[in-house]
């Protein structure tokens, strides 16, 4: 009984804001936002994180590595 889950996360510092990942996602998950990151862009964010199927699209596209989605063992987790 496999219990599997993911966790998204994005790197706001790495990200330099091209919207690509918005362009490519399926579920209209991400969205540029309004505040300002270290390197003075504006950085994505997921503004409807329920919607994320975790499909990779927005990750594989990003040419700036910002986002993450890893696996995690939620059985493995409980167990700790
Ligand atoms: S993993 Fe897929 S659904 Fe989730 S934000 Fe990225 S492109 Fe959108
Ligand atoms: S593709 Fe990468 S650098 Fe571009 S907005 Fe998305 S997370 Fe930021």
């Known amino acids: ?3 599997m889950t993911y966790k998204f996360s994005i790197d706001v510092d790495r990200c330099k804001g091209c919207g690509l990942c918005v362009s490519v996602c399926p579920k209209k998950v991400l969205e ?3 505040k300002v990151n270290k390197k003075g862009y504006f950085p ?3 503004a409807h994180p329920e919607d994320c199927n975790f499909c990779g699209a927005c990750y594989l596209m990003c040419p700036d590595v910002a986002i993450s989605i890893t696996e995690t063992a939620e059985d493995d987790r409980e167990q700790e």
Request: charge should be negative; hydrophobic fraction near 35%.
């Open 1 to 3: 009984m496999d219990c």
């Open 32 to 34: 540029i936002s309004d």
């Open 44 to 46: 994505v964010r997921q």
